[in-house]
């Protein structure tokens, strides 16, 4: 199982900006999609943005012009730079992948990073 691990989250005022990082333990160009998730306390956890691996990008109406999700195949590393920033912004980030060659399923998560944005 690949090991994801976030980085850059913490507390930002509201218009501000942050970058995340998602380390993968391997190499992230056998993987089809990877994407960013958020989850706030007592809701669900909603996606945010989508890379593939063609580099094909999809962003939640919510945060579309103000993040923006890339990837470094080198560093296996996947980024979400989150500018101007709103409170409501506020959740755990995730990491996550989304099938792989020859097997479509699969799907794997990281631990999550604490995003706090205030006014």
């Known amino acids: 199982q690949v090991q994801l691990v976030e980085s850059g989250g913490g507390l930002a005022q509201a218009g501000g900006s942050l970058r995340l990082s998602c380390a993968a333990s391997?190499?992230?160009?056998?993987?089809?999609?990877m994407a960013w998730y958020r989850q706030a306390p007592g809701k669900q956890r909603d996606l945010v943005a989508t890379i593939t691996r063609s580099g094909s990008t999809y962003y939640a109406d919510s945060v579309k012009g103000r993040f923006t999700i890339s990837r470094d195949n080198v560093q296996n590393t996947v980024y979400l730079q989150m500018n101007s920033l709103k409170p409501e912004d506020t959740s755990v980030y995730y990491c996550n992948v989304h099938g792989k060659i020859r097997v479509p399923g699969y799907d794997a998560w990281g631990q999550g990073t604490q995003v706090t944005v205030s006014s």
């Open positions: 391997e190499s992230i160009l056998i993987f089809n999609t």
